[in-house]
Nanobody, 124 residues
Framework: QVQLVESGGGLVQAGGSLRLSCVASGGSFSNYAMGWFRQAPGKEREFVGGISRSGGRTNYADSVKGRFTISRDNAKNTVSLQMNSLKPEDTAVYYC?????????????????WGQGTQVTVSS
């Protein structure tokens, strides 16, 4: 069973950048596709983007495409989310999640393992 810990959240002005990291332990990291999700107050948790277990394929929600980039380092058991051109509507708790799949999907139920989340706040 894999454990996930996110870091890197914080407060940033609109137009700024943040880089989130998620470190995995307790499992074979390269066996998991990884996803990033976010949840704003009063809203459902939504898919942000994901990366295949090899790192060769990524997919993103339309709302972040072109601004966010996901990468992973299987040697360091780490997946990262680089967020550029941040907007106030990106404010949310961001979660990384692991799925026992080759490719990342946008379905929350495909991910049995979740981190505790990290808060991102974008001020206008």
């Amino acid at each position: 069973q894999v454990q996930l810990v996110e870091s890197g959240g914080g407060l940033v002005q609109a137009g700024g950048s943040l880089r989130l990291s998620c470190v995995a332990s307790g499992g074979s990291f390269s066996n998991y596709a990884m996803g990033w999700f976010r949840q704003a107050p009063g809203k459902e948790r939504e898919f942000v983007g994901g990366i295949s277990r090899s790192g060769g394929r990524t997919n993103y929600a339309d709302s972040v495409k072109g601004r966010f980039t996901i990468s992973r380092d299987n040697a360091k058991n780490t997946v990262s989310l680089q967020m550029n051109s941040l907007k106030p509507e990106d404010t949310a708790v961001y979660y990384c999640a692991a799925a026992i799949l080759a490719w990342a999907t946008s379905r929350r139920n495909d991910y049995p393992y979740w981190g505790q989340g990290t808060q991102v706040t974008v001020s206008s």
